[in-house]
């Protein structure tokens, strides 16, 4: 698929959300897997991914994405810039 689309998505992963039956992948970031842990100052540890997923859950809750979509990447999923109106939620997600 190409060109925009205008839909809500579901959130799959940190970095991954299907819009309509298309499965795309922001472009433009990493986000960490779901079950990955990262470190905090005094060797802590905590579920970096989940809340990557959580944050990305919070910028798309009720809203209505444009997602342009474009040629597949190295893992198979098309890559896409999806927007909420001027924001790039991929952007957003890594502030």
Partial sequence: MSGPVLIAPSILAADFVRVGADTVRLASIEAPDREQR???????????????????????LGKTLK????????????????LDGSIDIGQALVK
């Fill in 38 to 60: 990262c470190n905090r100052p005094g060797n802590k540890r905590w579920r970096c991914g989940d809340a990557a997923m959580a944050a990305l859950q919070r910028l798309t």
């Fill in 67 to 82: 997602c342009t979509i474009g040629a597949a990447g190295a893992d198979g999923a098309a890559m896409g810039v999806c």
